[in-house]
């Protein structure tokens, strides 16, 4: 038997749900993990967060969040922070991630959001699916460890500067 997905916005999810799904399909820590670090306490980017729904069964989600590297200079260059990307552990090889990923990518294309990404992932993953590459990313800092080859990014806007990558400064002061 197929089973059968359906893709709706995260945000029609109840955040306890999202964060149980989180919870199965990473070890415990998440929390702590550089990535998290990265986006601070911006609010995600509602337009690119989805749910992988099998009747009203979450099994999948993707989110996305505002972040910049602050060059050297003190320049903000805004991108978008893919992830994290997660599949219910029951779930997961059907790919229903890259299913999420590429709905993502065609939003994010289709409200001119795709110019500048970046994530925290396996390189022969998404780089052959997906286009992303540490080529651009070398000089980027981090607020905490990262295995360099893993810090990618896709999109004509990247920045290729050294500088600091965090939370948006422009979408922490929409939050408060």
Do not use: N
């Not at 929390?31 to 979450?58: E, H, N, S, W």
């Not at 996305?64 to 219910?88: F, K, N, Q, S």
């Not at 029951?90 to 999420?100: E, F, M, S, T």
């Not at 052959?128 to 070398?138: H, P, Q, Y």
């Amino acid at each position: 038997m197929t089973l059968r997905i359906a893709l709706a916005p995260l945000d029609a999810v109840a955040t306890d749900r999202v964060e149980a799904l989180l919870d199965r399909a990473f070890p415990p820590g998440r929390q702590t993990r550089t990535a998290y670090k990265v986006r601070g306490r911006v609010t995600p980017i509602a337009g690119l967060c989805f749910a992988a729904m099998a009747d009203d069964t979450l099994i999948g989600s993707i989110q996305c969040w505002p972040v910049a590297l602050i060059d050297d200079r003190g320049t903000a260059h805004p991108m978008v922070m893919v992830g994290p990307v997660a599949v219910d552990p029951a779930h997961q090889q059907g790919g229903i991630g890259r299913d999420l990923l590429r709905h993502m990518l065609d939003a994010a294309a289709a409200q001119g959001r795709d110019r500048a990404m970046m994530l925290i992932g396996d390189p022969e993953y998404y780089g052959r699916f997906f286009g992303f590459s540490a080529e651009r990313t070398a000089d980027w800092r981090l607020p905490g460890p990262v295995e360099r080859h893993r810090l990618l990014a896709r999109g004509p806007d990247v920045p290729a500067l050294a500088g600091m990558l965090g939370p948006d400064p422009a979408a922490l002061r929409q939050d408060g």
